[in-house]
């Protein structure tokens, strides 16, 4: 329900600020009043082309892929998600997640590397395509340039954050795709797995009902991730020897990744030696250095690690209990709706050992 509240609440102000544009600011004598109300406008732009935009952006990312060979899975905008199942089209509320747009797409296994170019290249693309009628405008109602000129400003910033190269907290965005393929050549194929795999676990796919990916050996960033995909494999099939394999080739190679890609490996590493293993010490230490961040991260993901945590070293009922209800809680709000089903089994898993004591 608090979801849908703030969606709803989302789109009345979207509404709202339509309907702004129609205030007629020559007859307002306040100039205190006249100056806010221009400044709402200003805002009211601002918000209704970045809306606009990311629309166009992902359409671009559909209408290519649909173009080059890709399965259509989904469509997210604001947390709002058409996506397809048996073969029809569905709504659903998502709530807001770290991806203001995403066209959940999966390459064919023939879609060539020129074609997955095109693919990361068509958002910011129709981005572009939008500023002629834009600039057209501008010059023809000169009455209007200071908001048609907001407008321009904002799909120029949709345009350079997409299309210069840049990494995120672990995300990458369609620039650094594009540069990754033309630079990479033979070797870009852990970033097409790794792409197929994600979009996979976004649309809903367990880990265990992934493709077995055998990269064990590789520097290369996406193939490390791919093989947390493959831990995660082995957890959701409760396969030991999977997920022995990868863990440790994750804890050796894990120095390579930054920011959120690191800590979810490490993330893994505490669930690992405390739970699975039973080395508390090795796990405390771990868990030693990213506590707070841990602690912050409030997400179904770090909820289990916390409560398996505190389960497994600490011996602390209650503590484990807090976080694992705590983790269910939020459980709809994780974006990777696969990963998100076996955090789901993990902690209830976890609340029945609870419930039977030691």
Same mark, same amino acid.
């Not at 606009?52 to 990312?61: A, F, Y």
């Not at 997955?116 to 395509?129: C, D, M, P, R, V």
């Not at 949709?158 to 070797?187: H, Q, T």
């Given at each position: ?40 406008? #200003? ?133 650094? #795709?594009?540069? #990754? ?15 197929? $795999? ?7 796919? *367990? ?85 707070? *961040? ?8 770090? *909820? ?32 990777? *709706? ?8 993990? $902690?209830?898993? #976890? ?8």
């Amino acid at each position: 329900m608090k979801k849908l509240i703030k969606q709803i609440a989302v789109f009345l102000v979207i509404i709202l600020s339509i309907l702004s544009l129609m205030i007629d600011v020559s007859k307002i004598n306040d100039v205190a009043i006249k100056f806010g109300v221009q400044i709402y406008k #200003l805002l009211a732009v601002a918000l209704m082309t970045l809306f606009i935009q990311i629309i166009v952006h992902e359409l671009g990312h559909v209408v290519c892929g649909v173009k080059n060979n890709y399965s259509f899975l989904g469509f997210q905008v604001f947390g709002i998600t058409i996506y397809k199942q048996n073969n029809k089209l569905k709504l659903r509320v998502d709530g807001f997640t770290n991806a203001l747009g995403l066209a959940i797409m999966i390459p064919n296994e023939d879609v060539q590397d020129e074609d997955q170019i095109k693919f990361f290249k068509s958002g910011y693309i129709a981005n572009s395509i939008t500023l002629i009628p834009l600039i057209i405008t501008f010059i023809l109602f000169p009455s209007q340039r200071f908001l048609i000129g907001i407008s321009i400003i904002v799909t120029t910033i949709i345009i350079l954050s997409n299309a210069i190269p840049r990494e995120i907290a672990g995300n990458f965005n369609d620039g650094y #795709l594009v540069k #990754l393929y033309k630079s990479e050549g033979k070797d870009n194929g852990p970033a097409l797995i790794y792409q197929k $795999l994600q979009n996979e676990l976004i649309s809903g796919t *367990r880990p265990a009902d992934l493709e077995l990916q055998e990269i064990q050996y590789e520097e290369n960033i996406f193939a490390i991730l791919i093989n947390l995909m493959m831990y995660y494999k082995g957890l959701d099939m409760r396969d030991s020897s999977l997920m022995n394999s990868r863990i440790n080739l994750l804890e050796n190679r894990y120095d390579n990744l930054e920011n959120i890609q690191k800590d979810s490996i490490i993330y893994e590493l505490i669930f690992y030696y405390c739970y699975i293993i039973g080395d508390k010490l090795k796990a405390t230490k771990f868990f030693a250095g990213i506590e707070n *961040r841990l602690e912050k991260d409030m997400d179904i993901n770090a *909820r289990r690690i916390l409560a398996y945590y505190y389960y497994s070293a600490h011996l602390d009922l209650d503590k484990a209990k807090y976080y694992a209800e705590q983790g269910l809680e939020v459980a709809d709000k994780y974006p990777i *709706r696969g990963i998100g089903m076996m955090e789901k089994q993990l $902690l209830n898993d #976890l609340l029945e050992k609870i419930k039977k004591g030691w």
